[in-house]
């Protein structure tokens, strides 16, 4: 009886660990539908290599907040369009389509679990 309770703990604990796990990239896809990047930063890492059609840096949280801030208010979002997602080694990616008046992007997703959470770590803009 023991044993059987040991067992049902450890599938309930990796069953709420991999539902929690998933719950970082979908929030943030969701954020991405629509454009809203206070959303997005609230998964951001300390420091977060942003990449633009017109600039690659890494910035801080602060900072790339209002990147991507600009980046929404310049690049109105109509659609995120997810074309792939993935996970390797406790690491989270999604490529997606963003649609936006100003054009469309092949936006990359990346994302690392750090501690109990899961961190954007990386988010790509390219010209698609």
Not at 62 to 84: C, G, P, R, W, Y
């Amino acid at each position: 009886m023991k044993r059987l309770f040991t067992v049902v703990s450890l599938f309930i604990c990796l069953f709420f660990y991999s539902f929690t796990f998933k719950i970082g990239i979908d929030e943030v896809v969701i954020a991405m539908q629509s454009g809203n990047a206070g959303q997005v930063a609230k998964f951001f890492d300390n420091n977060v290599e942003i990449t633009m059609p017109d600039k690659s840096n890494s910035y801080s949280k602060s900072q790339a907040e209002m990147i991507v801030k600009d980046f929404f208010a310049t690049n109105i979002v109509k659609n995120f369009e997810v074309l792939h997602k993935g996970e390797n080694a406790g690491s989270q990616y999604c490529i997606g389509r963003l649609t936006t008046k100003g054009g469309v992007f092949r936006t990359t997703i990346y994302m690392k679990q750090k501690g109990d959470q899961q961190v954007l770590q990386e988010l790509r803009f390219e010209n698609h």
